[in-house]
């Protein structure tokens, strides 16, 4: 009879561990799912899935065309960007004036990146959450959407050949 007892308390506490550690694990997912809306804009401003992130370690770019800082970190940062598309992707967040000027600065410097409808509330949620307070501004996140660091800017200037690897020790 205690062996039996045994046997339904120990199967009872594997039950529940697993339920929890089931609820965890969706907790983390929907988390990590909604960093990014479902659909964000690829250069040309077409929709594309957020799954063209998965895996990717991904610098989160807030950056306008007005910003004279900025125009003189964007083209260190398409350049880095180029060198190291298969592990790393950006999505541009803009305080351009509007989108028209959103997608021009885009083009005019290369940015083959994926971006987020100007003004969108994600837009506004991800500033929010890295609690940017001036521009230009580079949040590195793992593919799990962790943040790996608020500094990437300094990172890609001081270092452009070492950051990414420094990024994926860290993720």
């Known amino acids: ?10 199967l ?3 039950l529940c561990f697993s339920s929890f550690v089931s609820l965890v694990a969706n907790e983390k997912s929907s988390a990590d799912s909604s960093l990014f809306p479902s659909k964000i804009l690829d250069n040309k401003g077409k929709s594309v899935s957020s799954d063209v992130l998965d895996g990717k370690i991904v610098g989160i770019y807030f950056s306008a065309q007005w910003c004279p800082p900025c ?3 964007t083209p260190s940062l398409v350049e880095f960007r180029n060198k190291n598309s298969k592990d790393f992707e950006v999505v541009f967040v803009s305080s351009d ?3 028209e000027d959103q997608l021009k600065y ?6 083959k990146w994926y971006t987020l409808p100007h003004g969108s509330d994600a837009a506004k949620q991800l500033s929010k959450k890295y609690e940017v307070r001036g521009i230009p501004a580079l ?3 793992d593919a799990d959407g962790n943040t790996i660091t608020k500094n990437g800017r300094g990172d890609v200037s001081k270092d452009p050949s070492g950051a ?3 990024w994926q020790k860290k993720s």
Request: without cysteine.
């Open 12 to 14: 009872s506490l594997s």
């Open 97 to 99: 004036r509007s989108s």
């Open 164 to 166: 990414l690897a420094s």
């Open 106 to 111: 885009m083009e005019k410097y290369g940015m």
């Open 71 to 73: 125009r003189h970190f």
């Open 139 to 141: 949040v590195i996140v």
């Open 1 to 10: 009879m205690n062996r039996r007892i045994t046997v339904l308390i120990a």
